[in-house]
């Protein structure tokens, strides 16, 4: 693998060390959905008190069911296939393609030195993480 690739999958595996992300990338969605059929099941049965509570109780049991689940976002990062860190690293390039840089060092202190374009990457790590492999975000 191209050292500019690991190199790339590097610095958002310190970015999101840094920022405290977690993500639970299997259950979410079942969480999610847990919440819904309780709240649709409690409106059937109780009308509109009957969703509240459906969906209060729903989305607890949703939360305890993810609940240990979520991994740091590093740990996610360098599991990923080579396929997957291709990827990363095409669409980092975008955000990234302006800035001079020759090793992970650099490339380092260049992004945490711009709050501006860490808020950008974090952005599109999350929109990334979400989409791509589904995951659920969390801060630490």
Known sequence: MPIKVDDVIQLLCHLSQEKGMKAAVKHSAQGALLAGATALLGGLVGGPPGIAV??????????????????????????????????????????????????????????????????????????????????KIQYI
């Open 54 to 135: 459906g969906g209060a109780f729903g989305g607890l049991l949703g939360a305890w069911m993810t609940a240990g689940q979520f991994r740091p976002v590093p740990q996610i990062l360098l599991e990923l296939p080579p396929a997957e860190k291709k990827k990363l690293y095409d669409e980092a390039m975008v955000i990234l393609s302006h800035l001079d840089w020759t090793d992970i060092t650099r490339l380092t202190l260049l992004v945490m030195r711009n709050a501006s374009l860490q808020q950008n990457l974090e952005a599109w790590l999350i929109s990334f993480l979400s989409e791509v492999l589904g995951a």
